[in-house]
């Protein structure tokens, strides 16, 4: 009822402000690293030795923090579970609606993942009905950038073989966890309902 509605979305919305503090931390801790390594070169030109041997030490301590972290993120605090595992309204259903004339394909692009340019997308819902997201790289052929969602009650890495896609509800809180290394390519299609005739 009212209760168990509420539960669900108060435990949606703790499970997405730890992923968001998350991955704001490891981009922080990461930051760091990369000032405490500008550091360490600055005091080695100077013949600082001993101080640049420090900041060294301090940014890879940095680096295993961010590493640490998000590997938490991604693998300790997220079930992993099957491409087609439901999420909100069923994978089932939406081919149903898509057979049945219900929806219409609104948009289609390939999206393009990497550590320097997208390196990662933060928890959001789609504006169209039902969204199709279709791997192109497995999750073995790049560090980082695993697909998230919440459902069931937490938020869950959803493990990807090239060629599988996952169709998912736009009521669906979902992101991509940060790309560490390689290149990750999704095709991305938008389903929306059919026009409605003025007599509907």
Excluded at 116 to 126: E, Q
Excluded at 160 to 180: D, I, N, Q, W, Y
């Amino acid at each position: 009822g009212m209760c168990s509605g509420f539960r669900a979305r108060s435990a949606v919305a703790l499970a997405h402000g730890q992923m968001e503090r998350t991955c704001q931390q490891v981009e922080q801790t990461r930051a760091n690293s990369v000032w405490l390594r500008r550091e360490a070169l600055a005091l080695k030109r100077m013949g600082d030795c001993a101080g640049a041997l420090e900041k060294l030490q301090q940014a890879k301590a940095a680096e295993s923090d961010a590493l640490c972290r998000e590997a938490a993120m991604t693998e300790a605090e997220c079930v992993q579970v099957s491409p087609l595992a439901r999420a909100g309204e069923s994978e089932e259903a939406a081919a149903a609606m898509a057979v049945e004339g219900r929806l219409q394909l609104r948009e289609m692009f390939v999206r393009r993942y990497s550590k320097s340019t997208r390196p990662w997308i933060p928890f959001h819902t789609d504006r169209y009905e039902v969204t199709c997201n279709v791997c192109l790289m497995s999750d073995a052929a790049h560090t980082g950038g695993r697909l998230l969602g919440v459902f069931d009650g937490g938020v869950k890495t959803i493990v990807r073989h090239e060629g599988e896609a996952t169709v998912h509800s736009s009521k669906l809180l979902h992101a991509v966890s940060g790309m560490r290394g390689g290149t990750r390519y999704s095709l991305i299609l938008f389903f929306d309902r059919a026009q409605r005739s003025k007599k509907d």
